[in-house]
C-alpha cells in the first residue's frame, strides 16, 4: 500500500506540473490544478476511503481550466453549462459551470467517432445486426439500415455524425468491441486518457441513461483531439447532407440521403457576421434539453470550439450559441 500511494504522489506531482506549465489559459504563473472537480472512481485498484483522483497528463495542446478561474462577467447565459476557447491560442474566453456532469444526449456520438477512427479502419465492411436495426425506444432517430445491410465504417460515421443516427452508434460499436458494453468501456478508457474525468459512458448513442453523462470541458477535450489528428473528422461534421450507398443482406446496391443535424450546416441558421461555422454535433432528449458543440473561424481567422450544454429548447441553444461566437 505504501509503495501504491507513493506511484499514486508521483503521479499527482507529474499532473500538477503539467497544468502549471501546460497551461495556455492563463496567465498567472501560480496556477495549480488541485480544485478541479474530480470524482473518484472506485475499482479494485482504489479504496472506498480514498479522497483524491488523478490523471497522470493532459495534453500540452489543451486549455486547462480552473474551477476558480471560469467567467466572473455580467454575462448569464440560461444553459445549464457554455464554453468558448480560442483553440489557437488555447486561451479560454469564457466558461461557465463547464465541469458539471451533464448528459450529453446525441453529443455522445463524437466519443464513439473517437474511437472508431482510432481503432477501426474506413474501409471496414460493417454487417448490421439485429440489435442495431431493432432500436425501439421512443423518439430514437433511426437511419433505416435492416438486418444484414452492409455498410462501410466510414459511411456509418457520417450517418453517425451528419444525421445522428443511433441504429450506426450500435453497428460500429459492435464493429469494434463485439457488444455495446464492450464498446462503452473502450470510450470510458478514451476518456480517462484524454484527463476526461467528469465522464462515464454505458452506450455509443446518448440514448438516456442514468449513468451516462459527461461535462462541458471534456467534451471540449474529445472535439479538440478529433480537430487536430484526425482531419477526416472535419469533413464529417461539416457536411449538410450525404449519400450512404451500401449493399443488403443479398447484395443489392442501396442508397439513403441524410440531412445535418446542425442548423448552420443546412442554413436554417445564420452565425454572427464574419464567424464561419465548419461544423459541429447536436444532442437532444427531454433530460438532456438541448445541447451542441461547434468548430467555428472567427473574423480573426482564429478557429474556436464552442460548447453549449442543456439549453431549454433548439432557440434558445441557437441563440446562446452565437452569443458565444460574437465574444471575439
Known amino acids: 500500500m505504501h509503495n501504491k500511494r ?5 503521479a499527482i506531482a507529474l499532473f500538477t506540473a503539467s497544468a502549471i506549465f501546460f497551461s495556455g489559459c492563463t496567465e498567472q504563473s501560480d496556477l495549480l490544478f488541485m480544485d478541479y472537480n474530480f470524482d473518484i472512481p472506485v475499482s479494485a485498484e482504489t479504496s472506498a476511503d480514498t479522497d483524491w483522483y488523478s490523471q497522470d497528463y493532459l495534453s500540452e495542446d489543451v486549455c486547462v481550466i480552473q474551477t476558480g478561474k471560469q467567467t466572473k462577467k455580467d454575462i448569464n447565459l440560461p444553459a445549464d ?5 480560442n483553440a489557437e491560442t488555447n486561451k479560454m474566453v469564457y466558461a461557465h459551470d463547464i465541469y458539471k456532469k451533464l448528459y450529453p444526449a446525441s453529443v455522445t456520438k463524437i466519443v464513439t467517432a473517437l474511437v472508431a477512427l482510432k481503432y477501426g479502419n474506413a474501409d471496414d465492411i460493417v454487417t448490421i445486426s439485429y440489435n442495431a436495426s431493432h432500436i425501439t425506444e421512443y423518439g430514437a432517430k433511426l437511419c433505416g439500415f435492416s438486418e444484414g445491410d452492409k455498410v ?13 443516427g443511433n441504429d450506426a452508434g450500435i453497428a460500429i460499436a459492435e464493429h469494434i468491441s463485439g457488444s455495446v458494453e464492450e464498446f462503452s468501456k473502450l470510450m470510458n478508457k478514451e476518456m ?38 484526425y482531419p477526416e473528422f472535419l469533413d464529417f461534421i461539416s457536411k449538410g447532407n450525404v449519400k450512404v450507398r451500401f449493399r443488403d443482406t443479398s447484395g443489392n446496391k442501396k442508397e439513403l440521403n441524410f440531412i445535418s443535424t446542425v442548423k448552420y450546416n443546412i442554413d ?11 461544423g459541429g454535433k447536436t444532442g437532444t432528449t427531454l433530460m438532456a434539453g438541448s445541447n451542441l ?16 450544454m442543456h439549453a431549454s429548447d433548439v432557440y434558445s441553444l441557437y441563440s446562446q450559441m452565437n452569443y458565444l461566437l460574437s465574444m471575439e
Open 293 to 308: 458543440i461547434l468548430y467555428s473561424t472567427g473574423p480573426n481567422g482564429n478557429n474556436y470550439i464552442s460548447v453549449v
Open 152 to 164: 462501410k465504417l466510414e459511411k456509418l460515421l457520417y450517418a453517425l455524425i451528419v444525421y445522428s
Open 192 to 229: 480517462a486518457e484524454l484527463g476526461a474525468a467528469g465522464s462515464h459512458f454505458t452506450n455509443p448513442h446518448g440514448l438516456h441513461d442514468d449513468n451516462h453523462y459527461t461535462t462541458a470541458y471534456d467534451l471540449y477535450l474529445v472535439f479538440n483531439k478529433l480537430v487536430s489528428d
Open 81 to 85: 453549462s457554455a464554453l468558448l476557447i
Open 268 to 278: 436554417t441558421e445564420t452565425p454572427p457576421e464574419g464567424v464561419k461555422v465548419i
Open 6 to 10: 507513493k506511484s499514486v504522489c508521483k
